[in-house]
């Protein structure tokens, strides 16, 4: 059985003493414990401060050369980017909200752009290096050299060759040619032309010896063939570039009929497709043509050709006076004196006597130019055959009265009449060539897809929100259990040794078992009658009220154990 005896007693002076004499009355053990918990909760305080500014970083770029390494340091400071390294310098950090940012920004500029090794390797050549190793060198030497001229191209990002060089032997009646093969990475977006593929073609073919144009093999990071043979091109047909410029050229007919027809009946309210028929066969003819002849006066003369010959006709009698003098040779002749006329001679006249007496024959032959006119034509590939178009128009929508909704109404004959002359001049429309224009007015469908909604906790706005909140809620979580777990027990206990002074009343237990609730037993006249320590307790009840200091000091020195 226990009792409670319960002393109102007047709060001492001390009872309401500041903080000092709080932290003066504990003992050096929660002294202790208390600047501990206060030094631990300043230090996460700080920790959260310091994290809290101090951004998280993660790799930008690792496995770098010190060139790549330079380059992207000094574009990092420029862009006003903090940056660090990792241990040993083999990787840069950034923050890691700005590593795509920065990635794409220096992917602009072409970095990193790796480490290509030229013919620098034979700079440090070692003593005892074989034949072949000497010869894998250059090899090695050469690829790099042509890497980087390949590299210096605007569209290409990276690139990779590889040569195989055989052995030149005097003794091998055929020798084998060499050959390349070269694998491009293209940036986002980009795209070689024939003529740039063409070219990286020639600069190889021209960088290794007896090395031809047709050796060379060009790929994409794709692995699809850029490069090919003029004999694979002529057999293969239709090839990628050919379906690319059909391909223009029906969007470009496209476009120019949703110009005309957008601004007349809105954007959205007109549909056009074309489709182009384009000849990529080259021909070539050769006619030749002659006209009727001209008269020779007109005509040009080739060639002409005279012959003249003279004969003896019959034998004349000498004539002259018999004797020496007729008998003596012809003399020489002479020019004739300012053109006048020689005096006759016997010779003279002899000479002439033969002559008129000579039968003559002239035949002359003349050859004219034939006229002829050669013609050779060549057609051009490329040349559209045929052009078909199909376009659809959606109703209008009219408003029949004011303040009531529009309504879709069909569009009259003149109207499509008018559309459909205009899209056959913006196709350049041909009856002749078998060209076609479809235009047909019909109402569009409008079907609204329902949008997916996600859920609460899938929603980006939640996301970024628990994130942001995630670091100060755990902070101050764990602040909330350090001063539930250590600090609120001191303090517990301070108020427990003061309670007895600060409540008012006295609380003594008399015995270890606790008095449980319970009505009272009917009280006998022996239970009427006072004990012993029922008068104790009235005798210690009477001493608080009658001096209630001198029972606050015996409880302060019983609760301090002295």
Request: proline share 7%; charged share 20%; no cysteine.
């Amino acid at each position: 059985m226990s009792a409670v005896a319960e002393v109102p007693v007047t709060p001492p002076p001390a009872a309401s003493a500041g903080w000092q004499q709080r932290l003066s009355a504990l003992d050096r053990g929660a002294r202790l414990r208390l600047g501990a918990a206060a030094l631990l909760v300043l230090a996460v305080l700080a920790a959260m401060f310091f994290y809290g500014r101090q951004p998280e970083y993660r790799v930008l770029f690792s496995g770098l050369n010190d060139k790549d390494g330079g380059a992207i340091v000094a574009q990092l400071a420029q862009m006003n980017v903090p940056y660090k390294y990792t241990e040993g310098g083999g990787a840069i950090m950034v923050p890691a909200e700005r590593v795509h940012d920065v990635r794409l920004r220096l992917a602009t500029q072409g970095l990193p752009k790796g480490s290509v090794t030229g013919f620098e390797l034979m700079e440090s050549n070692r003593f005892g290096v074989t034949q072949f190793q000497e010869r894998l060198n250059f090899q090695r030497g050469l690829e790099g050299e042509l890497t980087r001229s390949i590299q210096a191209l605007d569209s290409v990002q990276s690139a990779r060759v590889h040569l195989a060089l055989p052995n030149q032997n005097g003794f091998f009646r055929e020798q084998q040619k060499p050959s390349a093969s070269v694998l491009l990475g293209l940036y986002p977006g980009r795209m070689l032309d024939r003529a740039q593929i063409a070219g990286i073609v020639h600069l190889v073919a021209s960088s290794v010896p007896e090395l031809a144009p047709s050796a060379v093999s060009v790929l994409d990071d794709t692995g699809k063939l850029l490069s090919q043979s003029p004999e694979a091109s002529d057999r293969a047909g239709v090839d990628a570039q050919q379906l690319a410029y059909v391909q223009q050229i029906e969007q470009l007919y496209t476009r120019r009929i949703l110009d005309l027809l957008e601004p007349v009946v809105g954007k959205n309210n007109v549909k056009a497709q074309v489709t182009a028929e384009v000849d990529f066969s080259q021909t070539e003819s050769t006619s030749e043509q002659h006209r009727p002849n001209l008269s020779p006066d007109s005509s040009a003369v080739r060639s002409q050709q005279i012959v003249e010959s003279m004969g003896e006709k019959s034998a004349l009698p000498p004539t002259g006076v018999p004797g020496a003098v007729s008998n003596q040779p012809p003399q020489n002749s002479t020019a004739p004196i300012n053109g006048a006329n020689p005096p006759p001679t016997a010779a003279n006249a002899q000479q002439a006597g033969a002559q008129g007496g000579a039968a003559g024959k002239r035949e002359s032959i003349t050859n004219y130019e034939v006229d002829k006119t050669t013609r050779v034509t060549r057609g051009g590939a490329g040349a559209i055959k045929r052009v078909n178009a199909a376009v659809v128009v959606n109703y209008q929508s009219v408003s029949e009265e004011p303040g009531k909704p529009p309504v879709a109404k069909a569009l009259s004959p003149e109207q499509l009449e008018q559309m459909t002359a205009l899209v056959r001049d913006s196709i350049g429309f041909n009856r002749e060539r078998g060209d076609s224009v479809n235009l047909m007015n019909a109402p569009f469908l409008v079907t609204e897809a329902p949008a997916a909604e996600l859920p609460l906790w899938k929603q980006p706005e939640v996301v970024e929100l628990a994130r942001s909140l995630g670091w100060p809620v755990g902070i101050s979580l764990a602040v909330a259990l350090l001063l539930l777990g250590l600090v609120r027990p001191l303090i517990k206990g301070r108020q427990r040794a003061a309670a007895p002074v600060q409540g008012g009343q006295l609380h003594a237990l008399a015995a270890d078992e606790l008095e449980r609730p319970a009505l009272p037993a009917p009280a006998s006249a022996e239970e009427l009658q006072p004990t012993a320590e029922q008068l104790r307790l009235e005798e210690a009840r009477k001493l608080a009220r009658d001096n209630p200091v001198a029972v606050a000091a015996i409880l302060k020195t019983w609760v301090n154990g002295e």
